[in-house]
């Protein structure tokens, strides 16, 4: 079925390529052992490449603030402190605060920008209709004007309507940061979907959405949890808007991070950043852990295929 | 068809903009009107991060004094052009609760110029005589004092006591000690010289102790096409080019050349008096009962520092100026400073504290201290200050490099400092 | 952007009539589905635009000689745009003079120069490596689930935290240095520092595209490969002429959005050299000259945003028309194959 997109080589087999099939088989075995390798050691490639100047971070996170210049490669000087440092309200530091912010913005600002952006997307992808180039382009204009110049006029709209330091001025910003990619990726997968069968459902009885939610979704499951952990992290990382906007109250951990101070003026806190850099990192790992399954199960497990 | 697109995309932009741009002109364009000056209420204190846990006390001290005249502390990020860009956006935005606000020294003219500062006169005026001269001119611009000094910070020349008995008190001194250095396996000297603030800070050290300015006293005509400016700068490059600035050097903030002296391979190192407890006390220190401390070296004698710090300024738009006022007298007091230097290590700008013997018991760098920001010179006292400090980091760091010869640096520095307070 | 207009495919060969009343019923609800967008990207990014655009043909304050304050600049014309393009600098008695080095707009072109040198190599090893990442981890092999999570970490770090874990690591007595006995000035010398930049980008925004690409991987069916693989084609072959055409409407979004964002790069230059590196501005990118400028004038900065923003449009808009004219052709020529 058309699930096999237009080009692709699928060639009846003849009676003479079955036999040389049989032929080739232990080869195909032996070549699968020498492929599995060259994954695992791609793989092992791949984590080290990834996690190096990660580990790097968690040794200084561990490290004495004394020798946080010492480049043993292995831990020496093994402390907590950075880590109660980090999270000292004594110190002024809000760093718990700020993770249950950064949370909260984030589960907002993907629940959010999922939600509108399927909206525009199903549109994009699926409704015949003017201007459909002069949408793509706005949407996709939003994501060229460099980032910084935004900041004076939205602080001076969000302090005007008394929004200053609440969430939704932290918020709103973020998902528009986001939406633009998020309207794209899921234009560009829900294309990809065999939207016959959504015809059958309506065929069955459905209206659009119905058939829309109950079969087209399930479908598209990898490409939306994609898009949640490409919007939930750029959230997550959103400083600059944040920096101007936040208050105490709501600051999220990027700006928590950045108002860390040494103990002296001059004193880059480095031990201190790298260790909330890892406590940051850690939630998402989690996330990404749980939801991993979801990033690749649909459409080839879904039964869809041929 | 296609221009009818394009026109369409602008009128729709365009449309979204004007129903949206009613919102943004801003209310009263109130500039410190004179009840404000003798009106009372709480008040918020900005600042940027409260690294030792100073400031809280204090507040905490003052409002048991002064419980109808509550402060409330606002606290900004650890970094310098964080802070700029938020006090500048609330001073924009007319913020009313920022009444009393901490700047760097450096911005102090460029917020007095721009008309967000309450001038310190009259009914608003302090009492200056005590505090230590550099501090209160950096606060003065165009003759009006803008802001009170709160903070100060100078320059000071850290060098291995065990290697070098007396500390070089000139340059040329410092230059021919190096030799100890060559023949300790060590580098020699260095500052700060990466491409940022910290540049700007060494290069006037060294033009200014070479007896040279960068501006002159109306606060934007560069006065860099001297002799005396060229031998600083050239101090600079030759050493570089000699060795005597490690290669290194170039890549060094404060905390790199803080780890490279602290690991004992640095024989002098031009850095802030903050390095003076952490260089004791750092677990990974081997220079710990090995170095002393002594004012920077100049042409015949101290050298000019570059002066740091912070001056304690109300903004024109808080709403209980006198309050403010009072409260800005009260960080001013011998008292708070005295709290600030011994908790928070913070110089003090009141001059008796330096030769309070309790204190220097305490901070023993005092002494040397006071006579590093007595001879400083304030950075450029000029509302253009940022391009300033861009025109002297990107034409002093090619000369350095050796990119750019000295001559052509300073006329290109000279030529883009004019151009930049033409307002470009 | 034009493409999707030309997307839009000729559809069902149905009688005039109907297909207009069918267009005009699905453009009614196309309008609400994507009407939340639209409002919203109007006011967070489309109301600054037009302020900044307004705001760039202002000059900025100047300083009244008398008072020594600031006053309005007025009206500048095109001024600041010919400051920027044609380094043009007012001279103290009120000449036109073409801008000193140090000054920010004598850097334009160099920055424009080192804007596009970053975004052309970061994206393509971004690519290439990104690509590479999607095809291991879309396989099945035991610990799939710790590579997907592995690859997220660089990412997943705030920009700020890892631009200041590299600026630590490529410091000249940093780990680096340390660990390869090399001491190379990392944060200064002209290439090392500009390569030092990509690495970093490298390794943060690679699991971007990854993940990216990887999700476009989900959407082949494993009897494409089967069938090729019985065909005896060689990996190479396979990937040539089936992963990659059938991957390329996900690569292409992909490889779009990392374009945008490499052109506006800031934080790791800003934080690992502060723009310095070679004679001095070896690093510094378009987004640095933009803050630098905000910081001593808005007005102008308005006016380099406007051009950066206009420079990313064309760049966006080649992009768009050379190589991404079937970004989404494919599947229409499916559906109406399904039709």
Known sequence: MSAVPAGSTTIPLSNAQSKSIAKTKVAVRRKSTAKRWRTTISALVIVVWCLLPFYWMIITAFRDVGYTYDTAFWPTHVTFDNFTTAFSTKLGNHLGQALLNSLFIGVCVTAIALLIGTFAAYALARLDFRAKGIVLGLILGASMFPGVALITPLFQLFTNIGWFGTYQALILPSISFVLPLTVYTLTSFFREMPWDLEEAARIDGCTQAQAFRKVILPLATPAVFTTAILAFISSWNEYLISSQLSSDATQPVTVAIASFAGSQPHQEPYTTVMAAGTIVTIPLVILVLIFQRRIVAGLTAGGVKG | ?424 | MTTATDIVPPTTPAPRASKSRKRNRETRSALWLILPTIVLLAIVIGYPIVTAIIQSFQKDPGLDAATGLFVTGGFAGVANYAHWLFQQCMSSTGQTIACPPGNLGAGFWNAAGVTFFFTVVTVILETVIGTWFAIIMNRTFRGRGLVRAAILVPWAIPTAVTAKLWYFIFAFAGIANALFHTSILWTSDEWASRFAIIIADTWKTTPFMALLILAGLQLIPEEVYEAARMDGASTFRTFTTITLPLVKPALMVAILFRILDALRMYDLPAILTGGGGGNGNATTTLSILVIKQVRSGYNSASALSTITFIIIFLVAFIFVRVLGTNVVRTQEAQQKGAK
Not at chain 2, 14 to 25: K, M, N, P, Y
Not at chain 2, 45 to 51: A, H, P, S, T
Not at chain 2, 283 to 300: D, H, M, Q, R, Y
């Open chain 2, 1 to 424: 068809m296609r221009a009818q697109r394009v026109s369409l995309v602008i009128a729709s932009i365009a449309a979204a903009g004007l129903v949206l741009t009613g919102c943004s002109s801003s209310g009263s364009g109130g500039t410190g009107s004179d009840n404000a000056l003798t009106s009372r209420g709480p008040i918020t204190y900005v600042q940027g991060k409260d690294n030792s846990n100073v400031v809280r006390p204090t507040i905490d001290r003052w409002n048991k004094l002064h419980p109808k005249e509550k402060v409330t502390f606002k606290e900004q990020s650890d970094q310098a052009d964080q802070q700029h860009d938020d006090l500048v956006q609330n001073f924009q935005a007319k913020n009313k609760n920022y009444d009393v606000v901490d700047v760097d020294v450096v911005w102090t003219a460029e917020f007095a110029a721009k008309g967000w500062l309450q001038p310190l006169t009259g009914k608003m005026a302090i009492d200056t005589s005590g505090l230590l001269k550099p501090t209160v001119a950096s606060a003065t611009y165009n003759g009006k004092l803008y802001a009170a000094p709160q903070t100060s910070d100078g320059g000071m020349l850290y060098y291995r006591s065990d290697l070098v008995k007396t500390p070089p008190t000139t340059w040329d001194e410092m230059m021919s000690d190096c030799s100890i250095a060559k023949k300790a396996g060590i580098d020699c000297y260095a500052g700060q010289y990466a491409k940022y603030e910290g540049l700007t800070v060494n290069v006037a050290e060294a033009i200014n102790s070479a007896g040279g300015t960068i501006v002159g006293s109306d606060g934007k005509t560069p006065t860099l096409d001297t002799p005396e400016a060229a031998k600083g700068l050239q101090n600079l490059v030759d050493a570089y080019k000699n060795g005597n600035i490690p290669k290194a050097a170039i890549t060094y903030q404060e905390e790199q050349g803080r780890m490279s002296f602290e690991a004992g391979k640095l024989l002098f190192l031009r850095n802030w008096p903050y390095v003076y407890s952490l260089a004791k006390t750092d677990g990974s220190s081997k220079v710990k009962t090995t170095f002393g401390i002594a004012p920077l070296p100049g042409a015949t004698g101290i050298g000019a520092s570059s002066l740091g710090g912070h001056n304690a300024a109300i903004s024109v738009y808080s709403a209980h100026k006198a309050t403010a006022h009072d409260f800005v007298e009260f960080l001013e007091s011998a008292e708070t400073q005295k709290f600030f230097a011994t908790q928070g290590s913070l110089a003090p700008v009141v001059a008796s504290l330096y030769t309070d013997a309790a204190l220097d018991a305490k901070l023993p760098y005092l002494p040397v201290l006071l006579k590093s920001i007595s001879s400083a010179v304030p950075r450029p006292v000029t509302p253009f200050y940022p391009a300033v400090s861009t025109a002297v980091q990107d034409n002093a760091y090619a000369a350095i490099k050796g990119d750019k010869s000295v001559a052509k640096a300073l006329s290109d520095m000279q030529a883009a400092i004019s151009a930049a307070s033409s307002g470009n």
